[in-house]
């Protein structure tokens, strides 16, 4: 089975800065693309961040220039960088991989838990 799992998120005060984690575990053949999406109250799920296998990525608009997304294919973990955030941020984070499992199938969707970053003001 694999798995996401992400950690790094919490409370910080506007400005501050977080960074998220998440590890992809199990019988795992390849990552094709990993990436952040964030979900807050009354708001649907949006894409923050997006890193494909070339390492090439895409951001949303509103976090341009704020967060980074990078990834370690050697421990199947993809990090986003957030700095100068804000209230705005406060959402849960959750990671996404499209994964292709070891042995026989193909390309699959595969989600993590989320973790809540809170910015204060």
């Known amino acids: 089975q694999v798995q996401l799992v992400e950690s790094g998120g919490g409370l910080v005060q506007a400005g501050g800065s977080l960074r998220l984690s998440c590890a992809a575990s199990g019988s795992i053949r390849s990552i094709n693309a990993m990436g952040w999406y964030r979900q807050a109250p009354g708001k649907q799920r949006e894409l923050v961040a997006l890193?494909?296998?070339?390492?090439?990525?895409n951001y949303a608009d509103s976090v341009k220039g704020r967060f980074t997304i990078s990834r370690d294919n050697a421990k199947n973990t993809v990090y986003l960088q957030m700095n100068s955030l804000k209230p705005e941020d406060t959402a849960v984070y959750l990671c996404?991989?499209?994964?292709?499992?070891?042995?026989?199938?193909?390309?699959?969707?595969?989600w993590g838990q989320g973790t809540q970053v809170t910015v204060s003001s």
């Open positions: 890193i494909r296998s070339g390492s090439t990525a």
């Open positions: 996404n991989g499209w994964i292709v499992p070891s042995g026989a199938g193909g390309l699959h969707d595969y």
